[in-house]
T-cell receptor
């Protein structure tokens, strides 16, 4: 469910390393999942999505993994760059639902 | 792709004053429209969504209201602002017929209530 009142957890990685951002979801009826990137002072931007009939989907430098057994979603960013610094949100949608439910978000910071 | 316009981008208002934030959408028709609020350093809270003109669903009780006078226009309002209304307000759109849940977000309106 939504955790809008909590402070964002932070993940710090070295530039060039791979980043893994994790997300737990609660609704077993969710069949669509999506990752957003939000830079400071801007609206969220789509990164990658995945349907529940898939376990893995790859994009450019990003991979989303879905484990339906434990209701876990992860975003992997390869060769992290300074421009990857942002808050990353996962979101889920149940079949037939009209809205996305967002996770609490993770702030990714890149160390030079 | 869709473009979401929000204004004003920044707003400072005294407690008790009214509010009107506007959102318009280009590049699609019959979209589902959403208002989210984001407190500083926090996640996204869904406030309202609309599946059509004049149709508003409220997600949380509050002193805010939403209206959809036209297909691609979504307005967030308040008659009397509270300090707790401060935050970053995001409008989002999804194609009504889309088989995905992807939302397109605007650039946000930052509201400070003093």
């Amino acid at each position: 469910g939504e955790s809008v009142g909590l402070h964002l957890p932070t993940l710090s990685v070295q530039e060039g390393d791979n980043s893994i951002i994790n997300c737990a979801y609660s609704n077993s009826a969710s069949d669509y999942f999506i990752w957003y990137k939000q830079e400071s002072g801007k609206g969220p931007q789509f990164i990658i999505d995945i349907r529940s009939n898939m376990d893995k989907r790859q994009g450019q430098r990003v991979t989303v993994l879905l484990n339906k057994t434990v209701k876990h979603l992860s975003l992997q960013i390869a060769a992290t760059q300074p421009g990857d610094s942002a808050v990353y949100f996962c979101a889920e949608k149940a079949q037939g639902a009209q809205k996305l439910v967002f996770g609490q978000g993770t702030r990714l910071t890149i160390n030079p | 792709s869709q473009t979401i316009h929000q204004w004003p981008a920044t707003l400072v208002q005294p407690v008790g004053s009214p509010l009107s934030l506007e959102c318009t959408v280009e590049g699609t028709s019959n979209p589902n429209l959403y208002w989210y609020r984001q407190a500083a350093g926090r996640g996204l809270q869904l406030l309202f969504y609309s599946v059509g003109i004049g149709q508003i669903s409220s997600e949380v009780p509050q002193n805010l209201s939403a209206s959809r006078p036209q297909d691609r226009q979504f307005i967030l309002s308040s008659k009397k602002l509270l300090l707790s209304d401060s935050g970053f307000y995001l409008c989002a759109s999804r194609r009504e017929w889309a088989n995905t849940g992807e939302l397109f977000f605007g650039e946000g309106s930052r509201l400070t209530v003093l």
